[in-house]
């Protein structure tokens, strides 16, 4: 019988790995109270069944999938309601924290008497037909998890503690999200002196797979630029405050709130960024 898979919460991607192992015969209880009524109709569009925090508790496995910003206060909130349970079950999360954030989440769920896998989630939201995204684990429990592989996710062990799946999701995250930051920042700047054109020229002449890419990622970037913010600040703090690349991704949170909140009002900048894209596009 498959296990009973708790996923918090349903968004894009939550509600994306829920309806994957729902596809493989699992129970997905998820935390409802409070939420919109668009993301009561995702969850329930992915197979997803409203549970009470208790309920949640009783699952096999909790798969943690919130914002950066929320990951601790969601352990914390699961930790108290396991603390009163006989029943502990496995903790996985699966955010964009840095090693320090997962090492603060791992004794708060073992505090309750829970284990806790980290994770990483590389890659979109699964789709019918597609294999990803990847799914890299890690920590003593890490190889307790292997059901997931056997339910539609593309599980990948790496051996190593807690906090190795975490570093991985933010040197990846820092690269392949610090380059869309950087092509936004660029394009905005040339497009206030004129040369938005020029720099899209260029780019297809010594650069096209940078001008491909942006192409691509500076339109996908706008409706996450809000998430981003907080995982640019835990990228930041993997790096230590100290070090002098901190100050590149706290720029890079700070980028990312300016534009979460352009998209939120005028939307002069991202409609920007979608003009330079969508030439970027016309010229390939």
Request: charged fraction near 20%.
């Amino acid at each position: 019988m498959p296990p009973s898979i708790a996923v918090i919460a349903p968004g894009s991607m939550g509600s994306a790995i829920a309806a994957r192992l729902v596809e493989h015969g699992c129970k997905v209880p998820t935390l409802l109270e409070g939420r919109s009524e668009a993301t009561r109709r995702r969850a329930a569009a992915a197979g997803m069944t409203g549970a009470s925090a208790a309920e949640i508790a009783d699952a096999d496995l909790i798969l943690s999938i919130v914002p950066p910003g929320e990951a601790v206060a969601l352990a914390e909130q699961l930790a108290t309601v396991i603390n009163r349970n006989s029943r502990k079950p496995l903790i996985v999360d699966c955010n964009a924290v840095n090693v320090e954030t997962i090492r603060r989440i791992e004794d708060i769920v073992l505090s309750s008497g829970a284990r806790l896998v980290d994770a990483a989630i590389i890659g979109l939201p699964p789709k019918p037909g597609t294999k990803g995204p990847a799914f890299y684990v890690s920590g003593d429990a890490a190889s307790d998890i292997a059901v997931l592989g056997q339910l539609g996710l593309d599980l990948r062990l790496i051996e190593g503690p807690i906090g190795a799946a975490s570093a991985l999701k933010m040197s990846y995250a820092g690269i392949n999200k610090g380059l869309t930051g950087l092509g936004a920042a660029m394009v905005l700047a040339a497009t206030r002196a004129g040369a938005a054109d020029a720099l899209r020229d260029e780019l297809a002449l010594s650069l096209p797979h940078v001008q491909a890419r942006l192409a691509n990622a500076l339109p996908d970037m706008l409706p996450k630029a809000y998430r981003w913010v907080a995982e640019m600040r835990e990228i930041a703090g993997f790096l230590g405050e100290d070090h002098p690349a901190a100050l590149i991704y706290e720029g890079f949170a700070r980028l990312f709130e300016h534009i979460a909140a352009d998209v939120q009002g005028q939307g002069t900048e991202a409609a920007q960024l979608v003009a330079f894209a969508e030439r970027c596009k016309a010229k390939t």
